[in-house]
């Protein structure tokens, strides 16, 4: 309701803003154009979305297992961690703007370069909270554990790696947060379709409210994801602090 | 069990200074002192899960019940119970089977699906002292068992502590600061000074238990703790 209330004052500002200042459509194009847009625009707008969802969709997965598997490697091996861990920091520097058109070269035109930049920049947050949720355990539960006869692998699995899983969760929201801007990042520097190359060429076509409308449509799509993951999360951990009844949700 | 002279320092703080204890089997020994008197390290010894720098240990298996229930949050209370026998290698379905009827025995019928965070401190006591006793070690360690419990709840789960050792006797250490606690419950109470710990007095608590345990109020009871309390004073 509230976020309502506040998206209904932008909506009426900038579009107040664009009859006063006089600005012309193409430069900043009022809301009512961007909504214009979406209408007639929709049968173009679909079919780049279907792309660079996808690119999203498939980045994230490869996110998600590339970064699970990493954190189980980090976490039980100390040698990995130290080896390892300062190299994945290191990965976060890569400006990938400036090589996305190498790996275009390197791996075509096709959905591949996205995957991997996608991949590259979602990792990232699905790795550090998890990995740190996975050390945290709790010293007295340790020693039960052991008392109890544990192995290190039932510690994983008994105590380490659910309570975790909420960590995980938030990794993931931060990833599908940050997925669309490297999808968008991607396709910029070569490629046939998607929203980003949709906006790149709308714009010196002077078509400024179909990008805007993409954007729109790339907003709505990661607020679904988002609102997803959370309803995921409620369902699959109702025992975890982190989600408690709507007091996260985007909603 | 025997202990003797055990010894054991982190770093420069010594925590136990020649501690020695013997139980029976079937014997609860409450273990009483000040905080910060190595009662914590002596259970961690016990439960052989630090090796002390000195000293002769000989002990059964132990299970540590530790202070704060360490129930899992994620799992209901059935299968929280049923921890140890997974932890042991039983199936899920053949931990839950065997949980069940304890559950039922300590009064938490109708609770058993239910998460730890909807339970009260009283019944996820219960629950861990499930947890502690399905391991089937011979010996329990319960460090400060009811230190969390208000009043009512703590003299309550006494009274099913005492119940449910009289049908499956232990061997118990019990650690906790509570002088009338440990005359209530125990069969002998081991008086530690503060750090580093040794044995001030060891006393036999000889008084019947009676069908709702011993009464804190019965002469027995209150001069023993006055000399528990003296002991340490």
């Not at chain 1, 999203?56 to 976490?75: D, F, P, Q, S, Y």
């Not at chain 2, 229930?69 to 065997?98: F, I, M």
Request: proline share 6%; net charge neutral.
């Amino acid at each position: 309701m509230a976020a309502l209330v506040i998206v209904v004052a932008f909506l009426g500002t900038w579009q107040l803003y664009t009859v006063v200042s006089g600005l012309d459509e193409f430069v900043l194009p009022a809301p009512t154009a961007v909504a214009g847009s979406l209408v007639d625009d929709r049968a173009l707008l679909a079919e780049n979305f279907a792309v660079t969802a996808t690119e999203m969709l498939l980045g994230l997965l490869c996110a998600l297992v590339l970064g699970i598997a990493l954190t189980a490697l980090l976490h039980l091996s100390g040698a990995a961690r130290r080896g390892l861990y300062p190299l994945l920091v290191g990965t976060q520097v890569i400006p990938i703007v400036l090589i996305a058109p190498l790996l275009v070269t390197w791996f075509g035109f096709g959905v591949r370069p996205k995957l991997f930049i996608v991949a590259l920049v979602c990792f990232f947050p699905i790795v550090v909270p998890t990995l740190d949720a996975l050390g945290r355990i709790d010293p007295d539960r340790l020693k039960l554990l052991t008392t109890l006869g544990a192995s290190r692998w039932q510690v994983l699995r008994f105590a380490e790696a659910p309570s975790a899983l909420p960590a995980l969760f938030t990794g993931t929201r931060l990833a599908v947060a940050i997925a669309a801007i490297a999808a968008v990042l991607a396709e910029y520097s070569g490629s046939e379709k998607g929203l980003g190359r949709l906006t790149l060429q709308s714009i010196p076509q002077l078509e400024t409210a179909r990008a805007y409308a993409a954007i729109v449509v790339l907003m709505a799509f990661t607020l679904a994801l988002y609102a997803g993951l959370v309803a995921l999360e409620r369902r699959l951990l109702p025992w975890s602090a982190t989600s408690p009844e709507g007091a996260r949700s985007p909603s | 069990m025997i202990l003797e002279g055990v010894a054991h320092a982190y770093g420069e703080v010594q925590a136990l200074a020649g501690v020695g204890l013997r139980a029976a089997p079937g014997e609860v020994v409450a273990i009483v002192g000040p905080s910060g008197c190595g009662k914590s390290t002596l259970l961690d010894v016990v439960c052989g899960l630090i090796t002390p720098q000195a000293g002769h240990v000989e002990a059964p298996r132990a299970v540590l019940m530790p202070q704060r229930d360490q129930l899992l949050p994620w799992l209901t209370a059935l299968d929280n119970a049923g921890l140890a026998l997974r932890v042991g290698g039983a199936s899920k379905a053949e931990a839950r089977a065997a949980a069940h009827p304890l559950l039922e025995e300590l009064g938490l019928s109708g609770f058993e699906r239910t998460r730890p965070a909807e339970l009260s401190g009283g019944m996820r006591q219960r629950v861990a002292f499930a947890r502690t006793l399905l391991a089937g070690a011979p010996v329990l360690c319960l460090d400060e068992p009811f230190g969390a419990l208000d009043a009512i709840t703590r003299s309550d789960t006494q009274a099913w502590l005492a119940a449910a050792l009289e049908r499956r006797p232990r061997t118990v250490l019990l650690v906790t600061h509570d002088v009338e606690e440990a005359v209530l419950l125990a069969d002998t109470v081991i008086v530690l000074s503060p750090r580093p710990g040794r044995v001030l007095a060891t006393l036999t608590v000889a008084l019947p238990r009676g069908a709702g345990g011993r009464v804190a109020t019965d002469p027995g009871v209150v001069a023993l703790r006055a000399q528990a309390l003296g002991a340490m004073r």
